[in-house]
């Protein structure tokens, strides 16, 4: 009974999906970002097949979309921004990865995974910068603690 519940939920496309990173973010003025890397991780005991698909795929190269991840192993899939314009800063893109069984054509999960092209890597580094100097500084509590046998100290330090 147990291994039918399994194969049920298979079934219904509610496997996990393990990718890293779970965003990509292209920097027009930095080349070297053009080209970046998803790891689709396999945890399971059996093998997956994948495909990788795309909101707009004339804006990306996927140096292979589809394969078979085995058993416990992960593989890497290059993305390459291809269309590097000015009227795409900004906009969000998504890719798709979704998974099946190697010898079943229903997807079993899939994972979304955001992708944006920005101006400038150090103007969005300012922006995130200000933003952090701008911010008040919450009143929060931290907690120190320590352990000796037979007795238990706390101190506690306000900001």
Same mark, same amino acid.
């Given at each position: 009974m147990h291994q039918q519940k399994k194969q049920q939920d298979l079934v219904e496309g509610n496997l996990p999906v393990f990718v890293f990173p779970t965003e990509l973010i292209f920097y027009a003025d930095d080349q070297s970002t053009h080209k970046q890397v998803l790891t689709l991780y396999n945890p399971y005991e059996f093998a997956l097949k994948f495909k990788v698909l795309c909101t707009t795929p004339?804006?990306?190269?996927?140096?292979?979309?589809?394969?078979a991840v085995k058993p416990q192993c992960c593989v890497d899939i290059v993305i390459r921004h291809k269309d590097v314009r000015?009227?795409?800063?900004?906009?969000m893109d998504k890719f798709r990865l979704q998974v099946s069984e190697q010898s079943q054509r229903k997807a079993l999960?899939?994972? $979304?995974?955001?992708?944006?092209?920005?101006?400038?890597?150090k103007e969005q580094q300012k922006e995130e910068e200000e933003k952090r100097i701008k911010e008040p500084l919450s009143d929060s509590l931290?907690? $120190?603690?320590?352990?000796?046998?037979?007795l238990i100290t706390m101190a506690i330090f306000r900001t």
């Open positions: 004339n804006k990306y190269v996927v140096v292979d979309a589809a394969g000015s009227c795409h800063y900004g906009v999960g899939r994972k $979304e995974v955001v992708a944006t092209l920005l101006p400038s890597a931290f907690f $120190e603690q320590s352990f000796q046998p037979g």
